[in-house]
């Protein structure tokens, strides 16, 4: 019998629904702002580990087979030190094949029962991973300009929050996070925390982490990200914080159930791809993030409309003034042939915006300035 949950999901992803769109004009023809999809090569550090791990599966005295389900010492070590200073523990990390499909998986330690709340606009695939493992009860917790984007929580099992926010930019600040983690810890509920664009914060003062607020690992998951910060979208490569401090309401470890749903369903990332983990920590340099942040502040100035993001994120979040968001994007796909994304794709409340990924190729960013589409 099928899954009734597939019922309740549009037809199509929203970027694959994007890519039906696109598909009827020439590939190259097309200035791709759309999807936040990197466009920098890897960095010639990252591509020697690559290099060197792939000569050794081919040595007979080098060659390794199955690692951990959980990721190899080395990099779990590595990610605790660079990203999160040695506060959090290795033993809690754990190395998985991109934050996309943890945020999948990990619905697996809920019941179905469970209630999720998810900021509204937000990555798709926090309600569809929902939907799929059967967490019907979704509630919003809308992000518009009025609330400057920081929304109040909203009572319920789980609770969604993405910062720096895909898709309006907005960072939460320390006060901001500090409200859901007290909210949390007075409902007893779990905190699932996107951090994947937290390198491209660029004011000092803004928490990049869920666990620089006090009380965190008591509420809190955070799933991290190579994909945008180190250009690793088609090698795929993240991971998972779950503290040994996390329990259920009954006082059972989130932890313990993780590692027996990862050791079930999951045989580890690959070893080439946590190779060039190691070496994107410990010896890549923030040249592509700078990069990425230039073309964000350079579409940003370009834009007579009011824009949101861009200035600690890789997106800027602009308001159409009323007009809707599909509408604008066919027009700009099929006069200008340039592809972005559509707010209300989001959520309902990123209805009447548009998402510009500051991914795009610098001659991509640049035709579109030029051709001052948005006027
Ligand atoms: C996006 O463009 O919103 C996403 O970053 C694409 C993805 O990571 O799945």
């Known amino acids: 019998m099928r899954n009734p949950s597939l019922t309740t999901l549009e037809e199509n992803y929203l970027f694959e629904e994007i890519a039906a769109r696109a598909r009827s004009y020439p590939k190259e023809e097309l200035l791709n702002l759309g999807i936040g999809d990197t466009t920098l090569p890897l960095q010639s550090s990252i591509v020697h580990a690559f290099e060197k791990a792939a000569h050794e599966l ?36 754990f190395v998985s094949d991109g934050s996309k499909c943890d945020i999948a998986r990990l619905q697996q330690l809920f019941s179905s029962d469970c209630s999720v709340a998810i900021q509204d606009p937000s990555y798709p695939a926090y309600i569809g991973a929902s939907k799929i493992s059967g967490k019907d009860k979704i509630h919003f917790m809308p992000c518009t300009p009025e609330n400057n984007f920081s929304p109040a929580p909203v009572d319920a099992d789980l609770i969604y929050l993405c910062s720096p926010n895909n898709p309006t930019g907005h960072v939460m600040s320390h006060e901001e996070l500090a409200r859901f983690v007290a909210f949390a810890s007075q409902k007893q509920s779990i905190l699932i925390f996107d951090s994947a664009y937290s390198a ?78 190691v070496a994107a920590l410990l010896e890549a340099t923030p040249a592509a993030v700078r990069h990425y942040m230039q073309q964000a502040s350079l579409l940003k100035k370009s834009i007579p409309l009011p824009v949101y993001g861009g200035e600690n994120a890789p997106y800027l979040w602009v308001d159409l003034q009323g007009r809707s968001s599909w509408a604008v994007f066919d027009e700009l796909l099929q006069r200008d042939k340039i592809i972005t994304t559509p707010g209300v794709g989001f959520g309902p409340s990123g209805e009447g915006f548009l998402r510009l990924s500051a991914f795009a190729k610098p001659e991509h960013i640049r035709k579109a300035m030029e051709m001052n589409a948005l006027y």
């Open 200 to 277: 491209f914060i660029q004011d000092p003062t803004l928490p990049r982490s869920i666990y620089e607020i006090e009380g965190s690992k008591q509420v809190a998951i955070e799933t991290g990200s190579f994909s945008k910060t180190f250009g690793f979208t088609g090698v795929r490569l993240g991971w998972l914080v779950i503290p040994k401090e996390l329990t259920f309401a009954d006082g059972h470890s989130v932890r313990k159930d993780w590692i027996t749903i990862a050791s079930t369903c999951f045989n580890g990332a690959s070893n080439l791809a946590q190779a060039g983990g």
């Open 58 to 93: 081919g040595d007979p005295t080098a060659y390794s087979g199955y690692e951990s389900s959980f990721g190899r010492t080395g990099l779990r070590e590595a990610i605790a030190k660079t990203i999160y200073k040695g506060t959090v523990d290795p033993d809690d990390i």
